[in-house]
């Protein structure tokens, strides 16, 4: 009996995206033009063509004005909290049961996307961070993702700011995945999660965890030689080990385990040594453990298409840079939900599901397609002078 095949179109991605984002954000509508229909249509277009809103509304026919946009989106959303509320159960929409069945490795990790600006209203809007694209100022977001068999679901978005202790930030993202019915099977975190804060509730809640250790104590080179975790960093056999770290007054102690992996890279005279923090779980090598970490990489790809899908902008609200990179995200768990739920083929024991079939920019670019079909796209710019006329005739003079 043949199989029975049906066809996905731009129209019905465009359809689902809005209800997903409406039926979570709930914008009002905000006069005659700012719709929330015509609001939708314009992020999603900006969010495509890795534009403004005031690129997108000046090249969108029958949409507003950027500024009436921008006042139209402040109008309607909601308070930060309230607004990362709704953020995080529009994640949530369309996860799979599957992942809720039995417990998924969780990844949780930091995105920093660096910013020239004063901050709004509060200092600690802006966060602080190690140097890149020539600013140590960032607007911070943390994220936690479930990896399943090549899927990578983000479970929960949270604004980092200034000053803020990572064990509250790992707090709120493990509160929201565990209200989402993901329940941890392990947790891998990166570096700047190495603490004792962090590792003292993550034991206390028992939650197992990798991570990478971070470098402190004296260097090799020293005249006593190397301490605390730079003991680790001289081995040239891979091998376990457990470390106590200390709080900088001192006060608070945790214990952890230590796996240190070497390896060697082409012609290097030493090894690359690799070492890993882990509690509550028993690798049952120090490759495994190795490979595991790696899967944590996964991450970066998220990041890059978040970076495909995110809204340009300069504007120094903190409401709008998290609705812009919220929308990113959503674009992404929307795409990876279509793979799963629409565009998987059936076999006998798991669905096999083949990215290539719908790539995500291919997908951002039917929902910009959409739009442009909506609101109209102009293909013209008002100019003071005539057109000269071998340009029109398509000749040279």
């Not at 949270?158 to 993901?182: D, F, I, N, P």
Request: proline share 5%.
């Amino acid at each position: 009996m043949r199989t029975t095949h049906f066809t996905l179109t731009a129209r019905d991605v465009q359809l689902h995206t809005t209800h997903v984002l409406q039926s979570h954000l709930k914008l009002r509508d905000h006069g005659p033009k700012c719709r929330a229909s015509t609001l939708w249509a314009v992020l999603c277009w900006a969010a495509a063509r890795l534009a403004s809103i005031a690129a997108a509304c000046a090249n969108l026919v029958n949409a507003p004005c950027d500024q009436a946009t921008r006042d139209a989106l402040l109008a309607t959303l909601p308070p930060l909290l309230e607004l990362q509320r709704r953020i995080n159960h529009a994640l949530a929409d369309g996860l799979p049961q599957k992942l809720r069945r039995r417990r998924q490795p969780l990844a949780v990790d930091l995105v920093l996307i660096p910013y020239h600006g004063q901050p709004f209203d509060d200092p600690d809007e802006v966060y602080r961070g190690q140097r890149k694209s020539g600013t140590s100022h960032f607007h911070a977001y943390a994220t936690a993702y479930a990896i399943v068999k090549g899927q990578r679901w983000t479970l929960a978005l949270t604004a980092v700011h200034k000053g803020e202790a990572m064990k509250e930030v790992l707090a709120r993202l493990l509160r929201r995945a565990a209200a989402c019915g993901v329940r941890p099977r392990y947790v891998l975190l990166d570096r700047g999660f190495y603490s004792v804060e962090v590792i003292r509730y993550l034991q206390a809640a028992r939650y197992p965890f990798v991570m990478p250790v971070v470098r402190r104590g004296r260097k090799p080179k020293h005249p006593h030689g190397p301490s605390g975790t730079w003991v680790f960093f001289t081995w040239r056999r891979s091998g376990r080990g457990h470390h106590t770290l200390s709080d900088l007054k001192g006060r608070r102690h945790a214990t952890v385990s230590i796996g240190v992996y070497c390896r060697r890279v082409g012609k290097q005279r030493h090894p690359q040594v690799l070492v890993y923090a882990y509690w509550g779980l028993q690798p049952r090598s120090l490759a495994w453990l190795r490979e595991t970490y790696r899967s944590r990489f996964a991450i970066e790809t998220t990041y890059r298409q978040l970076h495909q899908a995110r809204i340009r902008t300069s504007t120094r609200q903190p409401l709008l840079r998290l609705l812009f990179v919220a929308v990113a995200l959503i674009l992404r768990n929307i795409w990876v939900w279509l793979h799963w739920e629409a565009l998987a083929r059936k076999r006998r024991g798991a669905r096999l599901v083949d990215l290539d079939q719908l790539c995500f920019r291919s997908m951002l670019v039917w929902l910009q397609h959409q739009v442009e079909a909506l609101l109209g796209n102009c293909d013209a710019v008002h100019t003071e002078r005539s057109v000269p006329q071998w340009l029109v005739t398509g000749g040279c003079q």
